[in-house]
C-alpha cells in the first residue's frame, strides 16, 4: 500500500507546519535539512516518532499551532512514567469526529439506534471519542461511562438500547450479568462496538452469542485522534483504515524496513491533516498486517488485521516473524486441548526451531492432535513446528503471569 500523490502532497503540508511550529519533530527535521517530499522515498527517509518523544514534549511540547486555535487536550495513561498531552484544534475535533461516525456507518448504525457508552469519559479519548461520532451521526447517546452494573442494566431496557459501546471485558461482564439475571427478554441490544483491546475469538464468540448482537472491531490510540480511525465491516475481514485522514505503513521493528502487504510487523502512523499535533511515521508497536486484496464490502478503504501484539512480543523464527498471540488464537481453535501452552523455541543443527508444548482436555488422541496443530500452524504461519501434547496439569502454572515463551537461542 504505496503512498499516493495526495498523500504526499498532505505530509508535505505537515512538514512546512512542523518545522514552523519548531517542535520536536519540526526540529528533528530542520536538523537533518529536510524541507518538504517529493517521493515515497522521501517519505521512507522521513525519520520515526516514538513515544518517548511525545513524553520528552510534557505538557505542550507537541502544540503545532498557536495556543489559540487549540480548543481541548486528551492524555494517555501514564502507567509507565510521564504521560502524554495531545493538543486538539477544533479541525482536529470534528475530524475524529467525522471518523468516529463514519466507523458507525460501517457497522450499519443509523440515526434510529441508542447508543450506550461504557468507556470512560475524562482526559482519555475512550468515551467521549464515541459519543462526537454518535452525535454527528445523529443517533442517541447514553453517556453512561464504566462500571454501575445495575444502572447500566436498567438503562439499557428502559430505553431499549439497541448499540453498546464497551470494551471486550466489559461487554462479556454485563453478558454474564444478562444471563445469570435472566433479563435477556428485555434487551433489544443488535450491535456492540468494541474498542481496541486485544482479544481472541473464543471471548469474541462468547459475547456474540451471549447478547445475541453483531461484533465490530474499532481502532485507535490517543496519540493519533483516539479510537475511531478504522472498524471492522460486515464481512468481519479486518479493519478498514481512513486513508483520507492516516496513512499506515507496517514495518519490521527490527529494520524499520516496510515489509509487503500481508506480511506482519509494527503498524506505524502518520497524520495527513492533523493540526494541534501532527506525528509523522509515529511507531505505534502494536502488530498487525495490511490484509491484501479487496473487502467483500466492495470498499476502498485498506485494512489492516486484527492487533496480534506488541512488538516486544516478537519472535522471528525461519525468518518468519511469530507472535506468541498468533499460536494461541490457533490452539483456541482445538477443543480438545485445555488453555495452557508453552512455547520453546531453540538451534539446533543450524535451524530454528520452534517446539510447542500443549496439553489435552483428557482427550486420549495425542499423536493425532499433534499432527493436526502442526498443519494448522503450517498453514497460518508457514513453517512447521515440533508438536508435543501432554496430560491436563503437566504444564508449569503460576499466580503471576505465565512464562509461556522460552527462547533458547539467547541463553
Ligand atoms: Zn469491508
Same mark, same amino acid.
Given at each position: 500500500m504505496e503512498i499516493n500523490e495526495t498523500q504526499l502532497g498532505q505530509v508535505n503540508n505537515q512538514i512546512q507546519r512542523l518545522i514552523q511550529s519548531n517542535n520536536?519533530?519540526?526540529?528533528?527535521?530542520?536538523?537533518?535539512?529536510?524541507?518538504?517530499i517529493h517521493s515515497a522515498d522521501d517519505f521512507h527517509a522521513l525519520p520515526?516518532?516514538?513515544?518517548? /518523544?511525545?513524553?520528552? &514534549?510534557?505538557? %505542550?511540547?507537541?502544540?503545532? @499551532?498557536?495556543?489559540?486555535e487549540i480548543v $481541548?487536550?486528551?492524555?494517555?495513561?501514564?502507567? +509507565?512514567?510521564?504521560?502524554?498531552?495531545?493538543?486538539? +484544534? &477544533?479541525?482536529?475535533? /470534528?475530524?475524529?469526529?467525522?471518523?468516529?461516525?463514519?466507523?458507525?456507518?460501517?457497522?450499519?448504525? +443509523?440515526?434510529? /439506534? $441508542?447508543?450506550?457508552? +461504557?468507556?470512560?469519559?475524562?482526559?482519555?479519548? &475512550?468515551?467521549? =471519542?464515541?459519543?462526537?461520532?454518535?452525535?454527528? %451521526? =445523529?443517533a442517541m447517546v447514553i453517556p453512561m461511562g464504566p462500571g454501575n452494573t445495575n444502572k447500566q442494566l436498567q438503562m439499557m431496557m428502559d430505553l431499549q438500547t439497541s448499540v453498546l459501546c464497551a470494551t471486550s471485558s466489559y461487554a462479556l461482564l454485563l453478558a454474564e450479568e444478562i444471563a445469570a439475571r435472566g433479563i435477556g427478554n428485555n434487551i433489544h441490544? $443488535?450491535? =456492540?462496538?468494541?474498542?481496541?483491546?486485544?482479544?481472541? $475469538?473464543k471471548m469474541r464468540n462468547r459475547i456474540s452469542r451471549e447478547l445475541g448482537i453483531e461484533l465490530y472491531d474499532i481502532y485507535g490510540l490517543t496519540e493519533i485522534y483516539g479510537p475511531g480511525i478504522g472498524i471492522s465491516c460486515r464481512y468481519d475481514a479486518g479493519m478498514h483504515i481512513w486513508d483520507d485522514y492516516l496513512y499506515l505503513e507496517i514495518i519490521d521493528p527490527e529494520t524499520g524496513d516496510n515489509v509487503p502487504d500481508g506480511t506482519y510487523g509494527e503498524i506505524v502512523i502518520t497524520t495527513l491533516v492533523k493540526e494541534g499535533a501532527p506525528l509523522i511515521r509515529y511507531r505505534t508497536h502494536d502488530i498487525s498486517r495490511i490484509i491484501p486484496g479487496t473487502c467483500p464490502c466492495g470498499s476502498r478503504y485498506p485494512r489492516i488485521d486484527a492487533i496480534v501484539g506488541r512488538s516486544d512480543d516478537m519472535m522471528k523464527i525461519k525468518g518468519v516473524n511469530v507472535f506468541p498471540k498468533q499460536i494461541e488464537e490457533i490452539l483456541g481453535g482445538f477443543p480438545q486441548l485445555s488453555s495452557e501452552y508453552q512455547i520453546r523455541i531453540s538451534h539446533l543443527d543450524g535451524r530454528d526451531t520452534m517446539r510447542i508444548y500443549v496439553e489435552t482436555n483428557g482427550h486420549e488422541d495425542f499423536l493425532e492432535t499433534a499432527d493436526e496443530v502442526?498443519?494448522?500452524?503450517?498453514?497460518?504461519?508457514?513453517?512447521?513446528?515440533? @508438536?508435543?501434547?501432554?496430560e491436563l496439569g503437566v504444564l508449569p502454572r503460576s499466580e503471576k503471569k505465565t512464562k509461556r515463551v522460552i527462547d533458547e537461542r539467547y541463553e
Open positions: 520536536f519533530y519540526g526540529h528533528r527535521l530542520k536538523e537533518a535539512g529536510i524541507t518538504g520515526f516518532s516514538e513515544k518517548q /518523544d511525545l513524553r520528552s &514534549a510534557y505538557p %505542550l511540547g507537541l502544540m503545532a @499551532v498557536p495556543e489559540e $481541548r487536550i486528551h492524555s494517555s495513561s501514564g502507567t +509507565t512514567g510521564t504521560p502524554v498531552i495531545i493538543p486538539y +484544534t &477544533a479541525k482536529d475535533v /470534528d475530524d475524529w469526529g467525522e471518523m468516529f461516525k463514519r466507523c458507525y456507518e460501517f457497522a450499519g448504525i +443509523t440515526n434510529r /439506534d $441508542r447508543i450506550q457508552i +461504557t468507556p470512560g469519559y475524562g482526559l482519555w479519548t &475512550a468515551g467521549i =471519542g464515541f459519543q462526537n461520532g454518535a452525535e454527528k %451521526l =445523529g441490544l $443488535r450491535k =456492540g462496538v468494541i474498542g481496541s483491546e486485544r482479544w481472541g $475469538r502442526a498443519a494448522a500452524v503450517k498453514s497460518r504461519i508457514g513453517f512447521t513446528p515440533l @508438536v508435543k501434547v501432554v
